[in-house]
Every structure is written in structure tokens, then in C-alpha cells.
């Protein structure tokens, strides 16, 4: 009977620390899994963010070439139709 009783608790113990481990790796894969997701995010920012540094260089310098222009544009109509106003 000593022998049997010392089976089974020894068998309990076996099946408590097996539930034991796997909570500690299901935390352990939590954990993971919130660290990749947080390795994707930081990825994503950081290439979108190195696309628009890169784009603006060339591109923003064309768009504010063009906004000269037209602002150019504007001042020199303004002027023109003042003096076209000062004629009538």
C-alpha cells in the first residue's frame, strides 16, 4: 500500500510541475509574441519614416520651386492689375 501511495504523489508532483513549466512557457511565448509584435511596428515606422526622409530631399525641393513660382506669378499679376486699375 506505502508503495502505491508513493506512486501516485510522486505522479501528482510529476503532473504538477509539468502544468507548472507549461504555464511558464505559455508567459514565455506571451512574452515573445509581444516582442515581435512590437519588432514589426518599430520596422514599419522606421521604413516609413526613412521613405518620406528620403522622398522630401529631391521632391520637396521641386514643390517648393513650384510654389516660388506661382508665388511669383501672383505678385506680378497683383502688380500688373494695380496698375491696369490706376489707368482706368
Known sequence: ????????????ELVLISHEAKEFYDEIRGLVVVF??????FF????????????TGYELKACRAERLAYQL??????GI???LDTFD
Open 1 to 12: 500500500m506505502r508503495n502505491t501511495d508513493d506512486y501516485m504523489d510522486q505522479t501528482d
Open 44 to 55: 514599419i515606422a522606421h521604413i516609413t519614416l526613412q521613405y518620406f526622409l528620403s522622398k
Open 36 to 41: 515581435l509584435l512590437f519588432t514589426i511596428l
Open 81 to 83: 492689375n494695380s496698375r
Open 73 to 78: 506669378v501672383l505678385v506680378v499679376e497683383q
